[in-house]
């Protein structure tokens, strides 16, 4: 069962435009939502995280935006850039299990020039 | 470069036999993290070890083991090979494993091919 569900599949943007990635999640105990970033052939790395507590964090061109209430999270990417165009998971965990990660499916998203 | 290494990079086997895919994890890290990637199931975590011991556990089969070893190098065991086991692998590691704000580090990942 999936905990943590993103959409859309996959996307297409210009680069300057802003592209969204959403997700949900249905644990209220989860504590800690990061999103990974994918490259073809890499593993996954840690892009931005963000805590229950804040409503959003930014750092550069990348954004969060939690709500709480609708147990949902996004990711915003301001100005993207063909560099940018990759394979974006969300992520929520818990101390219970240790913080391993529960992964959306993925977004595949791709700039184009 | 995450500073994870793991090995081999590919392997292919066939069915019903046995591998073993070894992750070294960043220097100083104690939590090792295993997880597989299918295009049908995702990302899904396996089991994740902590300075030797098993913390918690996830979708991982019966057939598939880990341990960590005195060094904190971490290995999975995947036996009696099926099809649908091919996938990659992916460990990753964190300084603690047991705060939310420890960042998990990814190695670049075994892909496993069962024929």
């Known amino acids: 069962q999936q905990q943590v569900k993103q959409s859309p599949q996959s996307l297409i943007v210009q680069k300057g435009g802003i592209p969204i990635i959403n997700c949900a999640y249905e644990?209220?105990?989860?504590?800690?939502f990061p999103w990974y970033q994918q490259f073809p052939g890499k593993g996954p790395a840690l892009l931005i995280a963000?805590?229950?507590?804040?409503s959003e964090k930014k750092e550069g061109r990348f954004t969060i935006s939690f709500n709480k209430s609708a147990k949902q999270f996004s990711l915003h990417i301001m100005d993207s850039q063909p560099g940018d165009s990759a394979t974006y998971f969300c992520?929520?965990?818990?101390?219970?299990?240790?913080?391993?990660?529960?992964f959306g499916k993925g977004t595949s998203l791709l700039v184009t020039p | 470069d995450s500073g994870v290494t793991q090995t081999p990079k590919h392997l292919i086997t066939a069915t019903g036999q046995r591998v073993t895919l070894r992750c070294s994890p960043r220097?100083?890290?104690?939590?090792v993290y295993w997880y597989q990637q299918s295009l049908d199931q995702g990302l899904q975590f396996l089991i994740q070890?902590?300075?030797?011991?098993?913390?918690a556990k996830g979708n991982i089969l019966e057939r598939f083991s880990a341990q960590q070893f005195p060094d904190l190098h971490s290995e999975l065991n995947l036996s009696s090979l099926e099809l649908g086991d091919s996938a990659l692998y992916f460990c990753?590691?964190?300084?603690?494993?047991?705060?939310?704000?420890?960042?998990?580090?990814f190695g670049p990942g075994t892909r496993l091919t069962v024929l």
């Open positions: 990753a590691s964190s300084p603690e494993g047991g705060a939310s704000t420890d960042t998990q580090y």
């Open positions: 644990n209220t105990a989860f504590d800690y």
């Open positions: 963000i805590r229950p507590d804040v």
């Open positions: 992520a929520a965990s818990i101390e219970d299990s240790g913080y391993a990660l529960n």
């Open positions: 220097s100083g890290d104690l939590s």
């Open positions: 070890y902590y300075n030797g011991e098993e913390r």
